[in-house]
Each structure stands twice: as C-alpha cells, then as structure tokens.
C-alpha cells in the first residue's frame, strides 16, 4: 500500500513538470543510464519568436556534472539532436539559447530523469534538487529552494538510505523554506540523531553542523570539544592546520608551514582530501610575498614550488595590474603582464588544459578570450603608464573592442586612454562616443571627449553635447528596465542602525527605498561605493527617497565596531543597518553580494540589481533610471 502511494507522487511530480516543460519531447520515455536520447525542442517562453540560431547545451549528472554542445538540426519549426548518457549518469538537463539568451521556462528549466529498470535512478531527485539550488544557474535559471527541498523529499521517498548522508543538506534547505516549522523539526531530527548513538567522528560532526543550523552555537561548540577530545589525532586537525597555515603571517613559519602540509598531502592517505587544494595553499603563500612587496621572494617560491600555467599566469597578471595602479615598479609590471599575456593568448588559440567539466566547448572558448581579453587590458594599461602607447593599442583594441565589444567600461577606458595618444580625434571621438551612447563610459572617457571637443568647438556647448549622448542610452535603459520591473511584497524586517535606533521597512512607506546589501570583506560591495555615495548625495535632499545598507554575512565578533570603522575610514555617509544573525538576507533570497532592491512607496519590490560592473557611471544610470521609473507611477 505503502509502495503505491510513493509510486502515485512520483507519476504527480513528473507529470507537474512534463506540463511545464512542453516543449522539449524525448525518446525513450524512461530513458536507461548509458542509453542514447533524442530530444525535439520548440523555441518557446524567452525564445519565442527568435530568429536566430538556437544553441543546445547538455548537463550530464551523476558522478560530477559535465557539460557538452549538442549538435541541433532544424525540423520545422524545432531543433532535434541526440545525446549520449553514461551508465553512471542519473539526471540530465539542458540549456537552449539563442545570442545569449535562455529560455528558462518560466524558471522550471528542461530535465530528463534517467532510470534504473522501472524506477528512477537512485541519486537522480537529489540531482534535481542540486539543479534547483546551483547548477540551473548555469542555463539562466534562478536558485529556487522551494523546488530544491521537494526534489530532496522526492528522493528520500524513493530510497529512505540516503537521508542520513544528505541529513544536513536537506535541513538547511528545509530551513530556508519552512521557516516557521523549521526550529521543531531541526529539534526532533536531533533528538533522533542522538538516540541512534555517535560512533565516530563524522556523527559528531555531523551533531555539531546539526546545533549550528538549529542557532544553537553553545551546544555546536560544546559538541566540537568534545571531538577533539576524543579524537585527537582526527581529520579535524588537518583542516586546523590548513587554517593555521592560512592565517600565518610569518613568511618563513608559512613557507615551512605549507611544506610539511605537502609532506603530510603527498605521504598520509588521511590528507588526501586537501590534495585538490594544492594549488590555492601555494598561490596563498606567493601572494604573502607579494603583499609584502617582495618580489625576490615571489620569483624564489615560484620556482621552488613550479608554479606554472594558469595559476602563473593569473598571478602575473594579478601583480602587474596591481604595480600600474600604485605607478610602482612598472618595468617588473611590464615583465610579468608580458608573460601573463602571451600565455593567455596561447592558451586561447591552442588550449594545452583540459576543458573544465561543467563548461561546454563554446563555454571554454569564450572562457579563454575573456582571460586574454582581461590580461590584454593590463598590458596596454602598463605600456600606457610606460608611454609605449603604439605598443599598448593593439592589445586595447582587441581587448575591449574586437573581444569586448565594447562591453567592459574599464576596458574601454584603457582604449581611450591609449587611443588618444596614437590616433586622430577623428577616428578616436566616434568611438567614444558610442561608449558614452551605450552607458559603457567612465568619468575618464568623459573627459577625454571633452578634451577634443574644446579642442575643436566652443567649451561652453560640451555639456549639451554630452546630456544628448547620455539621453539616448537613458532612453535605451529605461525600456529595458520596464521589462524588467517586479512586483512582489517586499519582506518586512526591523533592524538596529549603527547609533542602537530601530529601522522597519514598515517605518519608509511612502519613499522609494533602496536596499544595499554588503559587507566589509565584500570587495565588489567596497568597489560599488564610490558611485553609491554619489547616489546617496544626490538624493540626499529628496524626502521621497531614502538608500539603507544592509551589512549581512560579516565576520568577526563586533560586527558593529567593524561596520563602524569602515564607514567612518571611508568617510561614507551611508545609513547602515546590521543583520547580524543573516535573516533579512535569507528572506530577500540574496545568492551574492552586493545586491541591490529598489522597493516603491507600497512596499513592492521592483528591481532587482545583482553585483557591480566596474564603471560608477554606469551605477548611477541604472539606479537612476530605476528610481525615476518608481516614483513616476
């Protein structure tokens, strides 16, 4: 009886989903581990209508995801392909796109189940529940928790064994969701975990893991000294080591600190499990060099520990960015964006790596150019700074025009700086132009369009000139914007600011409130503030708009002093708000920081702006051009 009422869910939650993905078909119907599949998907939902070329992805799940281009042929007004799943395969998804753009299917995304006989393979729901929750972000989708946490009782109700390998998983993500059951279910799940008896050093830390997520922390730490009682020599002491290597300031202590973790790594199976984070222990111990400015130390644990390849040439390009920045040692500067950068290059035309698993070939490509296109910017900007502008341009050029398209506003203003010096305003302006038209400028660009255009016309008409550039972007965003627009109840929440006063979103109605959240450690969250405090400067005597920033996910004990110092050493006048136990961040579903929500005088939330693209111009526009289409309905 009990058997047929799990079977019945199972046929309810496929056919829920069948609907919502209707227009991809495939054959077979239960299609077996290691079989071949062929799918016919119709453009639809974000593609309707698309006249372009429509691009087909498959994720392959089971042990680790992969990802690879499916070759589509056209049938009518469809896309048909085949694909080949491997025994160890138990889930599939896809993207399908067209010039970037996904169809997500209303946020359901397209999926196929792999199956073990009649029954859906073991681990396939707990793959869907990884789609719903990271992987989906992949093709364009949003985290969903909610599709995420019944993906995982599905799975549980097939095959009950696996819950407790994936216990605190599903109850932290049951916690996201049920919010109000959550801390009785997390009390009961304990109790059970404690009946069944703590046999080793997984259960305990298991238990500990169980208290934190109950917001229990005298009993997580109770539980934790307790483990390293009774397990003295356990895997504990080897993360505690590898935090003690990461904290370690001493260059010589961290140099021998690092060795005897490689020793431990290469001869204890015990530490095989921090084998794949080689890498990051040595770029951690030669980026301690290079934060003491000693680049003699750098070159000796570059080859001491042959650091070469990718890891090399990011740290090149890293150094050398930094030292044009600061003007100091430009020829090192030079040197080692040189070998970043022909190495990118290289690397993008003839790929030596292999292609990272969860990146299809078309992926890796563009992977590859962006990394190019990146460590090309910093070359141009270093022979800039060494007044070798017709050696930087062709690296600008390609960088931000040919790669970039123009995308990048920090790349672009690496053009203009160099462009100005090698060609005529008359080919030079045109283009800065449509940086300046495409909201793709920064107050550097700005300022070399002014330049020429005193240089050749009355001074006094440049601000006109300039306004109907920036209109024609304006215009452009404001009806990309309204596609946009949102209009969902935004979470209540009452916070302490940094003077102790209560703060309730309640208390703002009647103001276009926008939200920030950030946090000290958070460097795009500190890049975004220049042009955030401008934002704030401009509104300040608006009584219809007000700017809170939400500090969220900070460390430390005195989360208050820290948030504090940082306002106060930046001289920002910003209205801080603490969120220090992260509710109000789980209630507004914030993946990533700096996050920003533009809330209307009702209380709905209307936009929503995740990260910070580099350029403050660009900030400004966009949040400007939110704010006006809030407050003018």
Known sequence: ????????????????????????????????????????????????????????????????????????????????????????????????????????????????????????????????????????????????????????????????????????????????????????????????????GLKDEDSYATLRSLYSLAKLPAQANFINTVLKEKFTD??????????????????????????????????????????????????????????????DGLKSVIQKYDIKG????QLYNSVAWNLQEKDED???ADEFSEKATTWAKNEWKKPTGEKPAMQNERAWEKSRARTYSMYADTYAMVQYKLGNYKKGFPYTEEAALKLGKG???????????????????KKYVPQLEKFVVNG???????????????????AAGFDDYLAKLERANYLKMVEDLKKSMLNNAAPQFTLLDLDGKKVSLSDLKNKVVIVDFWATWCGPCIASFPGMQKMVTKYKDDPEVKFVFVDTWENGNNKEKAAAAFMSENKYDFHVLMDNDNKVVESFKVEGIPTKFVIDKKGNTRFKSVGYSGSDDSLMSELTAMIDLVKGE
């Open 440 to 458: 793709k400028a920064t107050s550097q660009i700005k300022d070399l369009l002014k330049e020429a255009y005193i240089k050749k016309n009355n």
């Open 310 to 313: 990718q890891p090399l040439a």
């Open 234 to 295: 356990g895997k504990w002491t080897i993360n505690d080591a590898a935090q003690k290597y990461m904290a370690e300031k001493d260059l010589t202590k961290k140099e021998s600190m690092l060795d005897e973790m490689l020793s431990n790594i290469k001869m204890n199976p015990d530490w095989k499990s921090l084998e794949l984070s080689v890498p990051f222990f040595i770029s951690n111990l030669a980026n301690a060099y290079v934060a003491k400015k000693d680049f």
């Open 1 to 196: 009886m009990q058997m047929k009422f799990l079977f019945f869910i199972a046929i309810l939650f496929s056919a829920a989903h069948s609907f919502a993905q209707k227009n991809l078909k495939y054959t077979p119907e239960h299609p077996q581990a290691g079989e071949p599949i062929t799918i016919t998907y119709t453009p639809a939902n974000d593609l309707m209508g698309t006249k372009a070329t429509v691009e087909g992805v498959v994720y392959t799940s089971g042990k680790g995801t992969n990802a690879q281009d499916i070759l589509l042929k056209k049938s009518g007004n469809a896309y048909v392909g085949t694909i080949q799943t491997d025994t160890a395969d138990n889930f599939v998804f896809f993207g399908f796109s067209a010039e970037g753009n996904f169809d997500k299917a209303n946020n359901e995304g397209f999926w196929i189940q792999l199956y073990d006989g009649s029954k859906v393979k073991k681990g396939a729901n707990l793959s869907l529940s990884m789609f719903y929750s990271s992987y989906g972000r992949s093709v364009g989708l949003d985290a969903n928790a909610d599709k995420s946490l019944k993906a995982m009782e599905e799975e549980f109700k097939l095959y009950p064994e696996l819950k407790s390998d994936n216990l605190v998983a599903y109850l932290r993500t049951l916690s996201q969701v049920k919010k109000e059951e959550a801390p009785s279910i997390l009390q009961k799940e304990i109790e059970d975990f404690v009946k069944k």
């Open 330 to 332: 430009l020829k090192l």
């Open 407 to 425: 995308e990048s506003a920090d790349q672009n203003n690496t053009y203009a700086l160099l462009a100005s010096k090698v060609l005529s305003p």
